[in-house]
Structure formats: C-alpha cells, structure tokens
C-alpha cells in the first residue's frame, strides 16, 4: 500500500512532475527516479524530506533559488560525483535545477519522511 503523493503545491510530484518518477511510497519513505536532460530545467518545486542520492548518470547542473538566484553550481565543486556514488541532501526549499552539462542527470533519491519534524 502506497501513501497518497504529497500535494502540497510546490511538492516534487506535484509542480515538478515530468522530472520525478516514484518507484515506491509509504509512510517511512518515497524514492524518486529523478531525470534531467541536458540544457532542460525544472519548474520551481521543493524536497520536504532529507533524502540519500545515487548516482545514475551525472551532468553539472546550476540550482536556483524560487527568485531565480544561483543557489549551487556543481562546476565549483573540487570533485565531480561519479555513476555510483551516493550523496546526502538536506530538505530543499523552492528551486529550480538546470542542467547545463552535456547528458542527463539521473539520480534515484530516496527521501526520508521518518525525518520530518
């Protein structure tokens, strides 16, 4: 049994859907199979929950804050993750990603409710 998306408006599923798969959902988690072709960029849309990344495919990417501000740019980062590689990410507010590498940026994020407080 699955809990119902999250339908908060600026929700991932929700205002960023065409991006976000989810792969499985209920109380504890939601894993989302997360897609981004090059030179694409989300609509603006959020990540309530903390959530652990893996790798699928990697491309530099700029995340913008709801105001359209560069809020990271993975070009400035000393090491590049690698297909593999697992990353943490902290609940994100409004932002936008775009891609700006030269393949899709894939990643399944495993989000984790049981965080939420």
Do not use: C
């Not at 699955?2 to 929700?14: S, V």
């Not at 989810?22 to 981004?36: C, S």
């Not at 936008?96 to 965080?115: C, H, T, Y």
């Amino acid at each position: 049994m699955t809990a119902a998306h999250d339908t908060h408006a600026l929700d991932a599923m929700t205002a960023a859907a065409d991006h976000h798969q989810v792969l499985l959902e209920n109380d504890q988690v939601r894993v989302l199979d997360t897609r981004l072709p090059a030179d694409e960029r989300t609509p603006v849309h959020t990540h309530r929950w903390p959530a652990t990344l893996y790798v699928m495919s990697w491309s530099d990417f700029i995340r913008r804050d709801a105001d359209g501000n560069v809020i990271v740019d993975s070009r400035t980062w000393e090491r590049q993750p690698a297909v593999g590689d697992a990353l943490w990410l902290p609940p994100l507010t409004p932002h936008s990603v775009e891609n700006i590498g030269n393949q899709e940026l894939r990643l399944i994020a495993i989000e984790l409710k049981s965080a939420e407080e």
